[in-house]
């Protein structure tokens, strides 16, 4: 393959300009004002800022409603990686297959990703309405078994579905491309040997979609962390009790409700870092074991 090369550097500069404007303005820039910010006293009416140094990292950390916020993101964005990438899996293969009606089933499934986060909140904001439909079913039958404005597990529950419903779309495209790309000769003679049709996906299938499988958990598992804001305000607002105050509607919360910039800019840098700090274990010690053909 040969590599482009530009005679003159004021073209390739005018064919990146583009993009590094946007980068810095989108993402650097910001950025950088929030690390500022959490380094200063911010007032919340303007007036100025008192640099404080590394006093807000310490009042957050040692804010044990924040450590709560910490554990129910992580629970939020394991449980809803997991559910969306073994619900897009199961359904690939299954489109895979070639049976009746696949092109008109493989373009239904691609639609949910296009709908927005607030309005998958909504839509199962009535799905889950212990007052209506088949829940208001099972609580006439056994009352008060279904209940996620008061019970917190259940609406932890109800916000994980939910994320993972946006994300099966997503991730059912990538993997049904991946299980396209597998010759069909490989799994034509091992159907010839014997094997059925789940030895084949356990064995010939599957190992050859690590590479697929270890993109998506990068892109899920950072989608968790920083894109389910628009679900929780639209399906609990947080509650009840705090029990689906992820980290990012937190910083919500406490910047545009409560007015504490400084503090909603700190827990911005620390979900920042960790959402680098998970990248990078997963690229250190998880795609050790991908195995790329």
Excluded: C
Aim: glycine share 8%.
């Amino acid at each position: 393959m040969r590599r482009a090369y530009f005679k003159n550097n004021w073209i390739a500069a005018l064919v990146v300009a583009p993009q590094l404007i946007i980068i810095f303005v989108f993402f650097y820039w910001p950025a950088s004002q929030a690390i500022y910010w959490s380094l200063t006293l911010e007032q919340p009416w303007g007036g100025g800022n008192t640099w404080v140094g590394l006093e807000n990292f310490r009042t957050v950390l040692s804010d044990p409603v924040y450590w709560s916020s910490i554990r129910v993101s992580i629970i939020f964005a394991l449980a809803s990686t997991a559910l969306a990438m073994g619900m897009a899996m199961i359904l690939a293969l299954f489109a895979d297959r070639q049976l009746t009606g696949y092109r008109l089933y493989r373009v239904g499934m691609i639609w949910p990703y296009a709908i927005a986060a607030p309005a998958v909140g909504l839509a199962f904001r009535f799905v889950f309405n212990p007052n209506a439909g088949l829940f208001s079913f099972i609580n006439t039958i056994a009352p008060e078994t279904w209940n996620p404005t008061l019970n917190g597990t259940q609406a932890l529950i109800m916000v994980i579905i939910a994320g993972a419903w946006k994300l099966v779309s997503y991730n059912f495209i990538f993997f049904l491309a991946a299980l396209q790309s597998i010759p069909r000769s490989l799994t034509e003679a091992a159907a010839m040997d014997g094997a059925g049709v789940l030895r084949r996906m356990r064995d010939v299938q599957l190992p050859l979609l690590a590479p697929t499988f270890f993109f998506i958990l990068v892109i899920n598992i950072t989608d968790s962390f920083t894109d389910s804001f628009g679900i929780v305000d639209t399906l609990t607002g947080g509650g009840p009790a705090r029990a689906t105050d992820l980290m990012v509607y937190k910083i919500y919360s406490d910047g545009f409700r409560g007015f504490d910039y400084s503090g909603a800019a700190t827990q911005s840098v620390i979900l920042m870092g960790l959402v680098i700090a998970l990248t990078f274990i997963q690229f250190r010690y998880v795609e050790r074991r991908v195995h790329y053909t």
